[in-house]
């Protein structure tokens, strides 16, 4: 049996609402999917990248909340 990996990419909109994307990896085989929105997609590279993507597009969060405010 596989072992199953999973991380999670969590950005704030505008508003303040927490969006996350998480990634589980088994095996060499990604996925992602929206806790959101219900969004999900196999990606094969970058999948960190492409959860940011749908972050931005799909509901303009953009505020990394691991981020430090300078």
């Excluded at 590279?45 to 993507?53: D, N, R």
């Excluded at 972050?55 to 505020?63: D, E, G, I, P, S």
Aim: charged share 25%; hydrophobic share 35%; net charge positive.
């Amino acid at each position: 049996m596989p072992q199953t990996d999973r991380s999670k990419i969590s950005r704030w909109d505008l508003h303040g609402r927490e969006h996350v994307v998480r990634v589980r990896r088994t095996g060499v085989q990604r996925t992602i999917g929206c806790d959101t929105c219900g969004w999900r997609r196999r990606v094969r590279f970058l999948p960190w990248t492409k959860a940011q993507e749908h972050l931005a597009q799909a509901h303009q969060a953009t505020v990394d909340p691991a981020g430090s405010a300078a």
